[in-house]
């Protein structure tokens, strides 16, 4: 039987995957009313500052070598959530894209080899040609009119952004791995608000007014998608390992995909369908072992 702990962080860490299917929803909804850019910078700005309040000592207690690390991080972070909500405004299917961009996990053993020399495990190389073909069936005419494969601006998107993900996601990971997670979340999310606002400034027209349900939208965003979903996830991953953790957090597409179909009334045919369920495949081979100690400690 699981302890207290293991079962508190496993229900923390599927709340995590639900407020950040949310998030997908919330971000669509408040797209209708600004721009692309300008929503991500007044998002993260935001909930960059909420954070910072709750760990404020931390923030105080790094160096200037780590700061610099962490804004750097925090640089790249903001191209690939500026790509991905660009995807998200161009996309005609939320759940798709919560997929694609889902991809980034199995290309991080991909750039580790290539940046650091570490060589993938064989898992990776049995995922990578199954994400490929669920890529495939996603990039099919839906309807299958003889114009072969057509991938629309929206995928395109996600996948860049996916594979900028996973270059940060190993940056964090070796580079930066000496900053405590809680400080380095928040400079990394104030630093996405700050690129996105600026390049918003050069790029994008602001409305002359934000409708009330626009700014509900928002701030929905910035406290229970952003701000709440890294406060419990940073909390629950204390509590739990790393390869423990990673397995639920692979959740979050699916309830993306039936929160869209519930909110949206979204729909797949069957290639989306077959596309979605191999790339899920694809990270469930991709963390094996982390699958296999998953289902012992439940086991247990």
Do not use: Y
């Amino acid at each position: 039987m699981k302890t207290d702990k293991t079962l508190i962080s496993d229900l923390l860490l599927i709340l995590v995957t639900l407020l950040a299917a949310a998030g997908w929803i919330f971000s669509k909804e408040a797209l209708q009313g600004i721009a692309p850019l300008s929503f991500l910078g007044i998002r993260f700005l935001l909930a960059g500052l909420l954070l910072s309040l709750f760990c404020l000592p931390l923030l105080l207690s790094l160096t200037a070598a780590q700061w610099r690390q962490a804004i750097a991080i925090g640089g790249l972070f903001a191209v690939a959530l500026m790509i991905w909500v660009l995807g998200l405004f161009h996309c005609t299917h939320i759940g798709e894209g919560a997929f694609i961009t889902s991809l980034g996990v199995v290309m991080v053993p991909v750039f580790a080899a290539l940046f650091f020399k570490e060589s993938p495990g064989f898992s990776t190389w049995i995922a990578l040609p199954v994400a490929i073909i669920g890529l495939a069936c996603l990039s099919l005419n839906k309807s299958l009119s003889g114009d072969g494969f057509h991938f629309e601006m929206g995928q395109w998107l996600f996948v860049v952004a996916a594979l900028i993900f996973a270059v940060q996601f190993n940056l964090i990971s070796k580079v930066v791995a000496n900053i405590p997670a809680f400080a380095l979340t928040a400079i990394q999310l104030t630093s996405v608000g700050l690129v996105s606002l600026l390049v918003s400034f050069f790029f994008e027209d602001w409305p002359p007014s934000i409708s009330n349900l626009t700014w509900g939208w928002i701030l929905a965003s910035v406290v229970i998608a952003s701000a709440a979903r890294f406060l419990v996830q940073t909390f629950a991953q204390s509590m739990a390992s790393a390869s423990h953790a990673a397995v639920i957090l692979i959740l979050e597409p699916i309830w993306t995909t039936v929160a869209a179909a519930f909110w949206f009334s979204e729909t797949m045919n069957g290639l989306q369908m077959l596309g979605c369920s191999l790339i899920f495949l694809a990270l469930l081979i991709n963390r094996w072992r982390a699958v296999q100690q998953f289902i012992k400690s439940v086991l247990k």
